[in-house]
């Protein structure tokens, strides 16, 4: 092991995993999140997945989307540190966000049975992005909290979440929002040809599909009309959290052909929104290789050192696709950025226990003698 | 296994489902014509059979033939969801003039986004048109399908769209998709799955959700990735003193134990099972692909 902490935290108060699906983003979260409860720090880790697999690991009820407290005994922790856990559900932190931000009683109960809304916070690919930034905002107004962690949605593109509060201000404070809510008043002027265009073709487009929802999308739109200064602020506020020198973006990925192309698409969509990288996590990678020559000293049955040799051969095999990618991937992260790399532990942490081995076992993969120096 | 025109092949993220469904769509065009469709927006299982991707337009103009030797009648294409809304707007607004200008403008992309599940449903009512087409031309359609839970949620969107839409094209076209959803002749799932407790997990929930939820029919599950056995269990325990070896051998045997596991809970669950092998390989392109094809076409006993 290089370092005692792969991943060096100093007073980050904010880690954000973003990832493909399927690289143990949720796993890591927790193992990270952990690890810092163990060094002392106060915790908040957040999860977006559906499914309950962080709580299952940490112990924690399912189905629960309530801050529950994660027991750290037996694990060394110092008095004062502390581990809660969350499940994120976006629709209650939609419902929540309206009801705060609503300008009235009438106007909230507008909002929450109009039909788009329903349909908008449960099902729109986006919202649970958004309402992600939106619990993180809340949660970092906790001053006992040291640090957050937060696990995100697996996403096609990185872009998703953390462009998430802009592109929620952008359809709200849309030319589309003022012209779709500015009804007959759109003839007396003040819109160009093209928005009298898109309006007919709407209106086209509403009675051809049946949906008939134009009504409704006007009313759901005029129904944030007192609100969105006040999204427009929490918007603001998400965008300097994710950009605050004292957040680090960890890009966790697997050193898999397919995972890397996808992580090498994170790393693009990232420097484009002008995010810093702070590291990129390899999960799962493959330990070390025993030695061939041992086999044939071993004393065993020629029959059985011969398997010995083929399970050798399959795993080296393995291993030299894992580091082919691992190059591919080393390839295409920026100059300084910290590659750390987890070990597979040949299943998933089923206890507490194992996620903090997990942490430990974290390391820094040198960018250049490659990972055989480790370990 | 009985197989369906349309074959939706979904699973845990990193089970396998873009290289089983190039193994598939291989496999099954060894028989009849074939159609590998992309709907990850990934290309992935269509890089893997060794095909260059082509958008829905291009595909549909080019037929997009492939030219590996394995795969002599498939063809790949790609299923987007702003790609299906463009069809859809196109073929209510006939007049190309007023349709392209609908698509150009910002007004309406916000209001498409707002409406929710459109892109999905029409993604699915694209999936109905293919699986009419290979009926009457006798063709297989394998589709390279999102993770399980963007699977489901897409799956149950045809239901959801013929409540918000109370008459007009799209109810007509929900029925028809809900319909087609649930014909097992047309319409069935494989859920990838490896020997891992989570991805069972997830394969588990997966079925159980398309039974019981959305009442679609689960062709089976593939287990990907099982390790051929090579140790037994005393051999792993005369190795206690070689502890790197010890390490290996014990990983693949337990690998193989709990996919042992894995088949009997799926099973048991009432889910038929087809077994890949773990390829240990220091590549996986389209050569792997070809040899997991003539193993699943055993498997799935596709004739």
């Known amino acids: 092991m290089k370092t005692a902490q792969a991943l060096e935290l100093g007073d980050r108060r904010l880690l954000i995993c973003l990832g493909p699906g399927g690289v143990g983003k949720t796993t890591l979260s927790a193992a990270l999140a952990l690890n810092a409860a163990i060094g002392g720090r ?21 189905g629960d989307s309530t801050m529950q407290t994660v027991s750290l005994t037996g694990l060394g922790a110092p008095r004062g540190a ?109 819109f160009s040809m093209i928005d009298l265009a898109a309006r007919a073709v709407l209106t086209a487009f509403d009675r051809l599909t049946g949906l008939h929802l134009l009504g409704d999308v006007q009313a759901f739109v005029a129904s944030f009309d007192g609100m969105y200064a006040g999204f427009a602020d929490r918007a603001a506020q998400a965008q300097a959290l994710i950009r605050d020198p004292r957040t680090l973006v960890v890009l966790v990925t697997t050193a898999e052909a397919e995972r890397v192309d996808q992580a090498v698409e ?66 295409s992260i920026p100059a300084g950025t910290r590659l750390i790399a987890a070990p597979d532990l040949g299943h998933e942490p089923r206890r507490l226990a194992d996620l903090a081995a997990l942490a430990r076992s ?3 993969v040198d960018s250049d003698e490659g990972e055989k120096e480790c370990c | 296994m009985t197989l369906p025109r349309l074959i939706f092949v979904t699973g845990k993220g990193g089970t396998g489902k873009s290289t089983v469904s190039a193994a598939l769509a291989t496999a099954l065009a060894r028989r009849r014509p074939t159609t590998l469709a992309d709907l990850d927006g990934r290309h992935a299982a269509i890089r893997l059979v060794g095909a260059v991707a082509h958008d829905t337009g291009a595909a549909k103009k080019n037929g997009a033939k492939n030219s590996t030797e394995s795969a002599a009648a498939l063809d790949v294409i790609t299923i987007t ?48 048109q293919l699986a009419g ?62 020997p891992e407790e989570f991805a069972l997990r997830e394969a588990l929930e997966a079925a159980g959700e398309l039974r019981d939820r959305l ?49 009997q809970a799926l099973e048991r669950a009432g889910i038929a099972v087809a077994e890949l092998p773990m390829l240990y390989a220091a590549t996986l392109g389209a050569r792997e692909v070809a040899t997991l094809s003539r193993r699943l076409a055993i498997e799935m006993i596709i004739q």
């Open chain 2, 81 to 128: 969801p702003h790609g299906e809304l463009e069809t859809f707007i196109e073929r209510i607004v006939p007049l190309r003039a007023v349709s392209r200008r609908m698509l150009q403008s910002r007004t309406f992309g916000y209001v498409t986004t707002a409406l929710p599940g459109l892109e999905a449903f029409l993604v699915l009512e694209r999936l109905r």
């Open chain 1, 362 to 364: 974290l390391r820094v």
């Open chain 1, 82 to 190: 502390r581990l809660r856990a969350l499940k994120l559900d976006p629709k209650a932190t939609f419902d929540l966000l309206i009801e705060r931000h609503a300008p009235s009683a009438s106007a909230r109960e507008a909002i929450l049975a109009n039909r788009i809304y329903r349909n908008l916070s449960g099902a729109l690919a986006g919202v649970a992005d958004y309402m992600a930034i939106e619990k993180l905002l809340e949660l970092s107004s906790d001053t006992s909290t040291g640090l957050i962690v937060l696990d995100t949605p697996p996403a096609r593109e990185a872009l998703d979440f953390l462009d998430a509060p802009r592109r929620m201000l952008e359809l709200l404070g849309s030319r589309a929002v003022t012209l779709l809510s500015a009804g007959r008043s759109v003839l007396r002027g003040g």
């Open chain 2, 133 to 194: 087409q290979a009926a009457l031309k006798d063709r297989f359609v394998a589709i390279d399908a999102p993770a399980t839970g963007h699977a489901l949620e897409l799956l149950a969107v045809a239901g959801g769209i013929r409540n918000l839409a109370p008459a007009g094209t799209l109810n007509r076209l929900s029925s028809a998709v809900e319909e087609f959803l649930i014909d097992r002749n047309r319409f069935g799932v494989i859920v990838t799955v490896t």
């Open chain 1, 266 to 331: 994170f790393i693009e969509a990232l420097s484009k929104l002008g995010l810093m990288l702070g590291a990129v996590a390899v999960n799962r990678m493959m330990a070390p290789l025993p030695d061939e020559a041992a086999i044939a000293d071993a004393d065993l049955p020629a029959a059985l050192k011969r398997k010995l040799k083929r399970n050798l051969d399959d795993f080296a095999a393995l291993r030299q696709r894992e580091s082919s990618a691992l190059d591919r991937l080393r390839a």
């Open chain 1, 42 to 62: 106060t915790v908040d880790v957040m999860t977006v997945d559906p499914a309950p697999r962080l709580l299952d690991a940490l112990g924690l009820t399912a």
């Open chain 2, 215 to 263: 009442n679609i029919g689960c062709v089976g599950a593939v287990l990907n990735c099982v390790p051929p056995a090579l140790f037994t269990a005393a051999e792993i325990a005369k190795l206690r003193r070689h502890e790197g070896h010890a390490r290996l051998a014990d990983r693949r045997h337990e690998s193989a134990e709990f996919a042992r596991h894995a088949r």
